[in-house]
T-cell receptor, first 112, second 110 residues
Framework: DTGVSQNPRHKITKRGQNVTFRCDPI?????LYWYRQTLGQGPEFLTY????????KSRLLSDRFSAERPKGSFSTLEIQRTEQGDSAMYLC??????????FGQGTRLTVV | QKEVEQNSGPLSVPEGAIASLNCTYS??????FFWYRQYSGKSPELIMS????GDKEDGRFTAQLNKASQYVSLLIRDSQPSDSATYLC??????????FGAGTTVTVRA
């Protein structure tokens, strides 16, 4: 499968715990995006990378969220001290510069 | 943030009919427009992209863009039960960072 891959697909965590998600983009894609989607809403932009550089981070994004893309390949999204409001689907997408973005299967986070 | 509004659903159409979905956006600088299909519990799947005014057809799908009116639409012809999904309109200012609408849920009745 040469599509965008996200792991894990589902994560249940207790409030206050840290969680980390991984995204492997389509191999030749140099742009990588993270979005968050809650029920009944469209995806909301969180951050994006071009190669290893994080070019933009949403002002809505709490300091508890951090993302990395070492060596411009896979990316990780970490949420520290999770809260119930963090429960959502976390979506990763990748693209070539100036091309359409393709999404992975998503990671569904439930904070209990 | 670019505001994107979609017509409220759900939209129910009989099999074989045309489903018409509408989307308006607030940022006149928007350059790229996309329609994604999302099945329940799944991630968005790109079905159409359009960049210039006019119509773009791909199989049973037609996207229409009118930048002067800040309006983009999607027509699904000969609707099939497999078209039942939520359709998301997405807009980009050229950096391909997408702003999404809330989606319109379409149900095709057999």
């Amino acid at each position: 499968d040469t599509g965008v891959s996200q792991n894990p697909r589902h994560k249940i965590t207790k409030r206050g715990q840290n969680v980390t998600f991984r995204c492997d983009p389509i191999s030749e894609h140099n742009r990588l995006y993270w979005y968050r989607q809650t029920l009944g809403q469209g995806p909301e932009f969180l951050t994006y990378f071009q190669n290893e550089a994080q070019l933009e981070k949403s002002r809505l994004l709490s300091d508890r969220f951090s993302a990395e893309r070492p060596k411009g390949s896979f990316s990780t999204l970490e949420i520290q001290r999770t809260e119930q409001g963090d429960s959502a689907m976390y979506l990763c997408a990748s693209s070539l510069v100036s091309e359409e973005a393709f999404f992975g299967q998503g990671t569904r986070l439930t904070v209990v | 943030q670019k505001e994107v509004e979609q017509n409220s659903g759900p939209l129910s159409v009989p099999e074989g009919a045309i489903a018409s979905l509408n989307c308006t956006y607030s940022d006149r600088g928007s350059q790229s427009f996309f329609w994604y299909r999302q099945y329940s519990g799944k991630s968005p799947e790109l079905i159409m992209s359009i960049y210039s005014n006019g119509d773009k057809e791909d199989g049973r799908f037609t996207a229409q863009l009118n930048k002067a009116s800040q309006y983009v639409s999607l027509l699904i012809r000969d609707s099939q039960p497999s078209d039942s999904a939520t359709y998301l309109c997405a807009v980009s200012g050229g950096d391909y960072k997408l702003s999404f609408g809330a989606g319109t849920t379409v149900t095709v009745r057999a």
